[in-house]
């Protein structure tokens, strides 16, 4: 009993809370979450955000991690896009405000990772919500399949 406890436990390290036993099911995942909440149309006060946000705080903040030596450039420009529509989703026109207030780990997360990509965390959220076609702006020596 106690092996299978330890096992347990040894398991739940290796793959942190939450998070996919593969890059691809952990990116499937979390669009899949950014669609699901979308999806639910719910207010910014809506106290049902709470089970969105807290999905959510895992993937940016802890399976990111696991799985970012792994990904391309373009996975990485799509997480990070998708993280995007999530904020504009959950905060609606407050969505630049909030991650510009960096409250919360995640949302410095967001934002530095989305600046590295993009000129600023606006373009990416425009992009992020259609409001923009996306523009491709690979740095030297980056390719896009990378």
Do not use: H
């Amino acid at each position: 009993m106690a092996a299978f406890a330890a096992l347990a436990l040894l398991a739940g390290c290796t793959q942190g809370p939450g998070c996919s036993d593969s890059k691809d099911a952990f990116l499937q995942d979390y669009f899949n979450l950014v669609e699901e909440a979308a999806a639910a149309n719910l207010p910014v006060s809506d106290s049902r955000w709470k089970k969105y946000d807290e999905r959510f705080r895992a993937y940016v903040e802890e399976c990111y991690d696991l799985y970012e030596p792994e990904l391309s450039g373009k996975e990485r420009r799509r997480f990070w896009a998708k993280s995007m529509k999530y904020y504009a989703e959950r905060y609606g026109g407050g969505a630049l405000q909030e991650l510009g207030d960096k409250k919360e780990k995640a949302a410095g997360k967001v934002k530095e990772e989305v600046e590295k990509i993009w000129k600023d965390a606006g373009e990416a959220l425009d992009e992020a919500t259609g409001k923009s076609k996306p523009i491709i702006q690979l740095k030297p020596g980056q390719a896009e399949t990378e």
